[in-house]
């Protein structure tokens, strides 16, 4: 026996996985198949000098208390709290900035409506009373069915916000709550990021919830940068896992699990290798896991019907621009506020309805949402002195167009996110140096996720909770020691290493009870 498990891929998840099994006392293997660890969550030197978190760029979701559990601070990691968190502009000139204070929050809602702030502190209070129930659920090996979390949900007195807050979408929560289409603009992005659903999607607060529970910073839903890119998170990951014995391999490709006696006892490489293990652990996502590296003859044809049938559409685009110098914002918009924090340019629910509407029909949003960011005003040590980067990340941008190639059509669509920010940022254009983009196509292509879905699968209610990715798997197959640890396991895609975590936990508790 080589290995006590092999872990298959090194995101962020199969590298929280490994920290888990190794400091156990596993003997573990991570066999990444490109030459960066870390999957998205990586750092790319994409031009000399500049060094972009290419694909994830904030972190939130990670629990605080996996990251004292290993110690990721004492292997390098450094957050850079930003305040303000978000600034959302608006065409008419205003803009409506969301701070780490709620105070100040409130103060900046109440520019549009005084109702409004005054109905934000019982918004705010639904969804820590909300996070009262499902934080019990996170660190788990056993995701919550939807059944559960309802009977929670009800016994803490919160039945009446269960068709909004579960199977409703969020344009219709924030439409029950707010009046200023403004105020509802900017508390919206959280439901849509890296999912192909609109405002008004039924299904879209699984999202949201995702999005939302993050403590990683200390405030519930505030995001960081961390210093050195987001590959400094998958290197202080690396770190543990090696210093408790984990192996990890780099540019070492998994072609096949094998199977013998309906059980996964190692894998083949593609240079012919074999390795044998205990088990198998893998953070593809999971129409690559079964489909391809397992092989379709070890499911039944219900698995492989329903695995085919999983949403997995990409939607999102990465766009990375170099600066010569941070960029002239519009009237209004003060500089050092709006470039410490991250703009959400989507004025309404209505304009982000409609960007999703053409995206439903195979067309890249012509008006599309982007949230942009300036890393470099928070770590200088991304650039050179006095240069900067800008990140963008852009939906609606699917997978699949109807009449066109990704490869054709790049440098138009560019310009069209730049003719985007222009009324915003007048003179961005005037300050680039190179442009890099990622396409859900190019995600695929460079991180190995099929379709390019920055979250493997969907974050929707049918692909939520315990239904992900499958009602009744968790982080299990149906070939017994065979598990996946990826963003299509609960409770869905970020930086968060929670997948890998509860994975591991499983998987442990499997070895003792063999």
Known sequence: MDYDAIIVGAGNNGLS???KLSMAGARVAV???TSIVGGAART???WPQFNVSSASYVLSLMPPQLINEFGLKEYGLRMLLMDPSMVQPFPNGKQLTMWRDPLKTLDEIAKFSERDAET?????EVWDRFFQVFDKHLLTPNPPMLGQLEEELIHADMAHLLPLMLYGSMGDFLDEYFESEEVKAALVPEALIGSFTGPYTPGNMANMILHSMGMSTGVRGAWAYVEGGMGAVSRALKSCAESHGAKIFTDCEVSSVIVEGER???VRLKDGRLLSSKVVISSADIKRSILTLLGEDQV???????????KNEGVSTKIHLALSQLPRFREGLDTNTVSSSIIHIGPSLTYLERA?????????????FVSLE????HDKTLAPPGKHIASMFVQYTPYTLKNAQWDQIKQDYLDTVLDTLTPYVPNIREHIIHTHMYTPRDLEKTINISGGNIHHIDVNLAQSFGNRPLPSWGYTTPVKSYYLCGADTYPGGGVSGINGYNAATKVLLDLKGA
Request: hydrophobic share 30%; charged share 35%.
């Open 17 to 19: 996985c490994a920290c």
């Open 31 to 33: 066999l990444e198949a």
């Open 44 to 46: 790319e030197e994409l």
């Open 120 to 124: 934000a502190v019982k918004y705010y």
């Open 264 to 266: 996964a006892k190692g």
């Open 300 to 310: 039944s044809s219900e698995d492989r019907r329903r695995i085919r049938a999983l």
């Open 356 to 368: 999703f509407d053409q995206a439903k029909y195979g067309e890249p949003s012509r008006e599309p």
């Open 374 to 377: 300036f890393p470099t005003v």
